[in-house]
Nanobody, 122 residues
Framework: VQLMESGGGLVQAGGSLRLSCKVS????????IAWFRQAPGKEREGVSC????????DYADSVKGRFTISSDNAKNTVYLQMNSLKPEDTAVYYC????????????????WGKGTLVTVSS
């Protein structure tokens, strides 16, 4: 099983990035795929999740209206489109496979990716 994130980088405030999470070892319909992030000195927090089987999504309040999660079942990949980025969005973003669509904690996470760094400059 492997979850491989890509798409991170350095962007100015107000800019956009699209993160990708390429999954191998299982099909994304079998799990809820979530994005978590961890800023320097802070705890890891849930950002967004998607259940590809029914298309349902959820977002943290801090990113609602700015981030959009989507999936491509043919590519077994989940995306996170991040618009109107703010310096406080700076973090390592992790892709995770959960058994339940929960962002408040990580107890339902079975698999993690290694993360991709997003840096938003002011």
């Amino acid at each position: 099983v492997q979850l491989m994130e890509s798409g991170g980088g350095l962007v100015q405030a107000g800019g956009s990035l699209r993160l990708s999470c390429k999954v191998s070892g299982f099909i994304i319909d079998d799990y809820v795929i979530a994005w978590f992030r961890q800023a320097p000195g802070k705890e890891r927090e849930g950002v967004s999740c998607i259940s590809s089987s029914d298309g349902s999504t959820d977002y943290a309040d801090s990113v609602k209206g700015r981030f959009t999660i989507s999936s491509d079942n043919a590519k077994n990949t989940v995306y996170l489109q991040m618009n109107s980025l703010k310096p406080e969005d700076t973090a390592v973003y992790y892709c995770a496979a959960e058994t339940r669509p929960v962002l408040m904690n990580m107890i339902w996470v079975n698999y993690w990716g290694k993360g991709t760094l997003v840096t938003v400059s002011s």
